[in-house]
């Protein structure tokens, strides 16, 4: 059974940090991506950024664009979402969430794994992070 598990979230203030983790079990093949969403109240759910585990390759949406940063450890099977400069709207559940690769470029869009959603096969539960102005 796939299982993925945030945490990390927090209350913090406006321009502080936080450090995201997801640590995934359960999928037996390297091929997959990971990818944080995030979902504000009233809001659709949004894609934040993800990661390749085949070729390392990464996406941000361009609200977060030099502020956070994905990163993963293969070895502890645990993908990474740093957040720097916290804004109040950056207040949300954040998902992590696991696709599973089967090759071609459908889930690529120019060379970078794709936000969007659906195409996401597992689920975490979600952590909170609040920014205070």
């Known amino acids: 059974e796939v299982q993925l598990v945030e945490s990390g979230g927090d209350l913090v203030q406006a321009g502080g940090s936080l450090r995201l983790s997801c640590a995934a079990s359960g999928f037996t093949s390297d091929d997959y991506f990971i990818g944080w969403f995030r979902q504000a109240p009233g809001k659709e759910r949004e894609g934040v950024s993800c990661?390749?585990?085949?070729?390392?390759?990464?996406n941000y949406v361009d609200s977060v664009k030099g502020r956070f940063t994905i990163s993963s450890d293969n070895a502890k099977n645990t993908v990474y979402l740093q957040m720097n400069s916290l804004k109040p709207e950056d207040t949300a559940v954040y998902y992590c969430?696991?696709?599973?690769?089967?090759?071609?470029?459908?889930?690529?869009?120019?060379?970078?794994?794709?936000?969007?959603?659906?195409?996401?096969?597992?689920w975490g539960q979600g952590t909170q992070v609040t920014v205070s102005s």
């Open positions: 990661i390749s585990r085949i070729n390392g390759s990464t």
């Open positions: 969430a696991l696709l599973q690769y089967f090759g071609g470029t459908y889930y690529y869009r120019g060379g970078k794994c794709r936000l969007r959603a659906p195409l996401y096969d597992y």
